[in-house]
């Protein structure tokens, strides 16, 4: 199943939202609140489908180019403050800190990359303990074209030191993300998309989630070897 070969100790760029913290739902509830404030209803399958993508995509992209040049900038400001409002209720995933120590403690440089800004990322670190095990955090604010352009992991990797990297993420946009810049991507289930979808993306190997990977660590293609 898997097409890639697998890499000794490459930098492994993290994505935040549904991979390392159960946020995704949270930013479907922002976002759908959003558009109802500007007169709009945009479904929340739709944008469950959209979460990912940086935001500076996402209006276009489940409401078309018009909606984005007429209240785009309005959209993503009532996001940001829906989405803040549901911090409170906001956790790091079941074994996601633990995945990360125990990826750095078996070689690995470690990168988060989220299209989010850089204050939103900020916040959402808090609710994880894992800021001194990370080589780099890149976010939406970086100035570098967002999921799922390869920029981002791009920029990832060199901000770790350069070489060989793999993405892990939930979306379909990380797994686009990943193969845009050549490199191989694991899913994780823990967004709420499909098996079927991740793999369809580009994901060669697919877990549950943090905590799954983490159990079966050994027989991943993150394994230390």
């Not at 400001?77 to 209720?89: I, S, T």
């Not at 609710?127 to 570098?144: E, I, K, P, W």
Request: overall charge negative; charged content about 25%.
């Amino acid at each position: 199943m898997n097409a890639r070969p697998l890499l000794a100790h490459p930098v492994v760029v993290l994505d935040l939202d549904g991979t390392l913290v159960d946020s995704v739902y949270e930013h479907v509830a922002a976002w759908h609140a959003a558009f109802h404030d500007v007169g709009l209803h945009v479904s929340a399958v739709r944008i469950h489908e959209a979460i990912g993508m940086g935001g500076d995509r996402l209006v276009a992209h489940v409401s078309g180019d018009a909606v984005e040049a007429a209240v785009g900038d309005d959209v993503r400001e009532l996001h940001d403050k829906y989405f803040r409002a549901g911090l409170r209720v906001v956790n790091g995933l079941d074994g996601a800190s633990e995945l990360v120590e125990a990826l750095v403690g078996t070689g690995h440089r470690v990168v988060v990359a989220s299209s989010s800004e850089a204050d939103l990322v900020d916040e959402m670190l808090d609710l994880l303990d894992v800021r001194r095990h990370l080589a780099a955090v890149v976010t939406g604010s970086d100035g570098a074209a967002t999921k799922p352009a390869p920029d981002m992991v791009q920029l990832a990797v060199e901000r770790a030191g350069g070489g060989k990297g793999i993405v892990v993420g939930d979306a379909v946009w990380d797994a686009l993300s990943a193969e845009a810049a050549d490199l191989p991507c694991i899913g994780v289930r823990s967004g709420g998309v499909s098996a079927e979808r991740l793999r369809t993306a580009g994901a060669s190997w697919v877990y549950d989630g943090p905590r799954d990977l983490l159990t079966r660590l050994g027989e991943s293609p993150l394994r230390s070897r």
